[in-house]
């Protein structure tokens, strides 16, 4: 028999107490983690789950050493736990396959390797976690977020349930209704927990049925619930608690993409870029790592996660319901087999679009029609190389390009060492929080307006941009063999605009104003490919050889020369051919300046990339 846990050490052991073996072999069933003074059980008939006696919530019940309750256990009956009695309740995991599909079945496993477990050995592997909390007094059922998990009844079912003050628990020994034996699954004590905790264990899960407007207002007095934060000032300052931000823009400009999803019109592809171990995967993760009413997190991606090809399996583009879909690192996808990575580009773009449907070989034809999810992701810059990418995507996608600092961040990281969890949390809350105050403001459709002027100049740079970032196909001797149209900005210009006015809204203007059109610029720069980015204000200051180009750009010669024939098949620069006479010129490369149109465009930015920015206080 495992040794007692510090709840239950004072227990006199079971030789002292009892002779008739019989009863003693009972009460060696009954966990040491619920023998204590003010626990109290029920009577449940052998192979069933509910307690039999008439009053048993209040009057029938017994302590664990009541000769009467071990008599039943030793003639063979199942016996339940009292919730709420010494303050403990059971969060009982049922529908675990469900619970695995959404992605937030891990929290809970985590939880079972600390606290007191059971599992009831059934085929579908549903267990039970024991906690002590004293702020939770009735029951809290977790359904779906986004489907109605029904039984054979037709009625709704949770996924979770938190059982307290009336509800019983089948406990370990006992008989389950499919012909297995109740069982121990970690012999932890029983942790004393927060009501926030259980609300933190159930984040993702929908709080209300449809079996009724009772059950749904008695749940609503347990849902979690979150400080809102409408200050965008105030949720950067909490990131600055914990990590080195080297510029608003870093959490501003997905905080921005986000709150877009919300509002009237397209859904776009946002992506930020940056080195490994840079900031971008903190703030991907503050959106969510399970399921939320805002996001729907996912760690990587194949070609079958959106759609599933298999009979009554639903992908992840079935169950988004609106939801930005964030992916923590979008990098791993780019090692697959280039055909796979063509085909994942290829349902993003459905996806943006709002309608994907597939027939397969086996005969099953799979349609998700208005899904309206925007998606967000983090990568390195290494993406940017990809032509299928951008040959599928086009103008449906924008890229932030935050900086920082590399040393300033890791001295920051340092003064971190062992808060990794405890800041990973309030993070979230905080963004959550966030989220909870503006996304319903933005489902109002009362967005800030932009004035014409603003209009027109983002109007001017969009088709700059779609122009500089028209990707150019190589073949395998590296000859460009594809000069493709550019795309139309039509698709561009109204997500750069919408990004501006939501920055607008956020920082408390019903007018744009230059600072947001600022704003919008470095979103239009951060989207031109970096190389192509680097060379182009390179050539800012005069035309000059390649050599030099290539030098001032910190690229290799033949690098640059690549990229500056793509720029002039795209007329962005020109091309002084080698030998016609301009001294200024390499003779063996010749040499490059910017077009008149490429150079007007160019004075509109800043001189480089980073120049638009707030720098930490």
């Not at 079958?304 to 979008?330: F, W, Y």
């Amino acid at each position: 028999m495992p040794p007692l846990s510090s709840q239950a050490t004072n227990v006199p052991s079971i030789e002292s107490v009892y002779v008739d073996k019989r009863l003693a072999t009972a009460l060696e069933k009954i966990p040491p983690q619920l023998r204590t003074e003010k626990a109290r059980f029920v009577k449940v008939k052998p192979g069933e789950k509910d307690a039999f006696e008439q009053g048993w919530p209040k009057e029938a019940n017994y302590s664990y050493n009541d000769p009467e309750l071990l008599q039943h256990i030793a003639n063979g009956g199942n016996y339940g736990f009292l919730c709420g009695s010494d303050d403990i309740i059971n969060v009982d995991i049922d529908m675990v396959e469900e619970l695995e599909d959404l992605g937030i079945i891990g929290r809970f496993e985590d939880e079972a390797a600390v606290t007191f477990s059971t599992s009831s050995g059934s085929t579908r592997g549903s267990f039970g976690l024991f906690y002590r909390c004293p702020e939770i007094s009735r029951k809290i059922p977790a359904f779906h977020p986004t489907k109605k998990v029904t039984s054979q009844d037709g009625r709704e079912v949770p996924l979770v349930e938190v059982l307290a003050t009336g509800q019983q628990v089948v406990c370990p020994g006992s008989l389950h209704p499919g012909g297995t034996l109740y069982r121990t699954e970690n012999n932890n004590k029983i942790e004393t927990v927060s009501k926030q905790k259980i609300e933190e264990l159930l984040q993702g899960l929908r709080f209300s049925s449809g079996n009724g407007k009772r059950k749904q207002q008695l749940v609503a007095q347990d849902q979690p619930r979150r400080q809102p934060i409408t200050d965008i000032n105030k949720l950067i300052a909490k990131f600055r608690e914990y990590l080195y931000v080297e510029e608003n823009y870093t959490i501003l400009a997905p905080v921005c993409a986000t709150l877009c999803n919300f509002c009237p019109g397209d859904p776009d592809i946002f992506g930020i870029l940056g080195a490994s171990g840079s900031l971008k995967t903190e703030v991907i993760r503050s959106f969510g790592t399970n399921v939320n009413e805002y996001t729907y997190p996912l760690s990587s991606i194949t070609a079958k996660t959106l759609v599933s090809g298999k009979p009554g399996v639903e992908g992840v583009a079935e169950k988004l319901q609106h939801r930005v879909l964030v992916i923590k690192d979008l990098s791993t996808m780019l090692e697959k087999q280039k055909d796979e990575r063509a085909q994942i580009f290829a349902q993003f773009r459905e996806l943006i679009d709002g309608y994907i449907r597939f027939e397969y070989g086996n005969g099953e034809i799979k349609q998700v029609d208005d899904i309206h999810s925007s998606i967000l992701f983090a990568s390195t810059k290494t993406i940017e190389r990809y032509y299928s990418m951008t040959a599928s995507l086009g103008q449906r996608m924008l890229f932030f390009k935050p900086e920082s600092d590399p040393k300033q961040a890791m001295i920051q990281a340092k003064k971190n060492s062992g808060k990794k969890v405890i800041m990973r949390k309030e993070l979230n809350t905080a963004m959550m929080g966030y989220l909870d105050h503006w996304v319903p403001v933005m489902q109002e459709d009362e967005r800030a307006t932009t004035p014409e002027e603003i209009d027109e100049r983002m109007g001017s740079l969009c088709m700059f941009l779609a122009l500089a970032r028209t990707p150019i196909h190589h073949n395998y001797h590296g000859v460009m063999d594809d000069v493709p149209e550019p795309e139309f900005p039509t698709r561009i210009a109204s997500s750069i605009k919408r990004m501006i006015e939501v920055h607008a809204m956020i920082n408390g203007r019903t007018e744009a104003n230059e600072d947001d059109a600022a704003f919008g610029i470095r979103i239009i720069m951060d989207s031109i490919p970096t190389k192509r980015l680097h060379i182009l204000n390179v050539l800012r200051i005069d035309k000059q050889k390649t050599n030099e180009i290539a030098l001032k750009a910190n690229l290799p010669t033949d690098t640059a020369k690549i990229i500056l024939d793509e720029l002039h098949a795209l007329n962005l620069v020109h091309k002084q051919i080698p030998g016609q006479g301009e001294e200024w010129t390499d003779h063996k490369t010749g040499g490059y300046s910017l077009h008149t149109d490429t150079k007007a465009a160019l004075e509109r930015f800043p001189s480089s990339a980073g120049s638009w920015r707030r720098k930490p206080p």
